[in-house]
């Protein structure tokens, strides 16, 4: 019993921990905004208008990826909530069984 506590502790401590980096990555998907980039920024530059456009296209994309992250880490740690879920069952299940006996 005393190695299933401790896998217990050891899950415990990973589905925090994802949901910590969940956190964070959700937190720097939200400083991107994915909106128009002012071509201003860029000068005078001739091609101020096409970097204008193509940085707010990475704008977009990283607040997409880093949403795509937040959404992949909480998954992880329902994914261990769930594996925590069977343990407990299955241990239930055992002290079920002898009762029985």
Not at 10 to 28: K, N, P, Y
Request: glycine letters at 8%; aromatic letters at 6%; hydrophobic letters at 50%.
């Amino acid at each position: 019993m005393k190695g299933l506590t401790a896998d217990f502790d050891a899950l415990d401590r990973c589905q925090r921990a994802m949901l910590r980096q969940a956190a964070q990555f959700g937190g720097i998907a939200d400083v991107f905004s994915g909106s128009d980039i002012d071509a201003f920024l860029f000068g005078r530059l001739p091609a101020a208008g096409l970097l204008a456009a193509l940085s707010a296209q990475v704008d977009s994309a990283a607040g997409t990826e880093f949403s795509v992250a937040e959404s992949l880490l909480r998954g992880v740690e329902r994914a261990l909530d769930s594996v925590r879920q069977g343990f407990t069952e299955a241990e239930q299940a055992n002290v079920d069984a002898i009762q029985a006996i």
